[in-house]
Structure formats: structure tokens, C-alpha cells
Nanobody, 126 residues
Framework: QVQLVESGGGLVQAGTSLTLSCAAS????????MGWFRQAPGQEREFVAA???????YYSDSVKGRFTISRDNTKNTVYLQMNSLKPEDTAVYYC????????????????????WGQGTQVTVSS
């Protein structure tokens, strides 16, 4: 079992930056693909970014060039650096872990992820 705890959300103004963190415990973190998803009110949960066990990264078109996902295996933590935030980035952000160790392909659908954090709210004001 992998436990995930997100932190770093908050209320910010458009154009500013925010970094989310997700601390993992209870599993072999360094071997797992990790992802960030978000869900706005009344909308489906959507893929934001993912990182493979060997640091390949993937982004949705809506955040590419503005967000950066990274991981620190010494701290069992994955990060989401969010720059140039827009009001449409407002959502609850969830960290997720895929149990497919050393996966060669990182998946971008939420159903592929087995472990989820509780979410952290990000609100971007205009």
C-alpha cells in the first residue's frame, strides 16, 4: 500500500506561481510512475502531468510550458511547479501513484492509477 499526502495548495493571483508537493510512504516510491490530476467543480478529473520512474515527463496540452513535474527519490516526494497560473487552473489537485513498477510507458488516464492522495485546493483569482 502506498499513502500519498499533498500539500502546497492555496489562493493565488493569476500570473503567479505555486509548487505542490506529494509525500509518499509505504511503497517502493522510486520504481513507481507518479501523476498529478485535477478536478474543477462540475467537471471530470483530468490529467495534468506524470513522471516515470526514470524521470521521463508528460504534460497535458493545457499546462505544457507552464507546469513542471519532478521527483526526489531521496525524499519520496513528487512536485508540481506551476507557473503563470490562470483562473482556469483552479481545481482540486490530486497526486497519484501507478503500481506498475518500472513501467516503460507512463499512463495518463486516472483509472490506471491505484493510489491517490486526498487532494489540495488551488484557487487562482483574476
Amino acid at each position: 500500500q502506498v499513502q500519498l499526502v499533498e500539500s502546497g495548495g492555496g489562493l493565488v493571483q493569476a500570473g503567479t506561481s505555486l509548487t505542490l508537493s506529494c509525500a509518499a510512504s509505504g511503497g517502493t516510491f522510486s520504481s513507481l510512475p507518479m501523476g498529478w490530476f485535477r478536478q474543477a467543480p462540475g467537471q471530470e478529473r483530468e490529467f495534468v502531468a506524470a513522471i516515470s520512474w526514470n524521470d521521463s515527463t508528460y504534460y497535458s496540452d493545457s499546462v505544457k510550458g507552464r507546469f513542471t513535474i519532478s521527483r526526489d527519490n531521496t525524499k519520496n516526494t513528487v512536485y508540481l511547479q506551476m507557473n503563470s497560473l490562470k483562473p482556469e487552473d483552479t481545481a482540486v489537485y490530486y497526486c497519484a501513484a501507478d503500481s506498475y513498477q518500472y513501467a516503460t510507458v507512463v499512463r495518463t488516464v486516472s483509472t490506471a492509477y491505484d493510489y491517490w492522495g486526498q487532494g489540495t485546493q488551488v484557487t487562482v483569482s483574476s
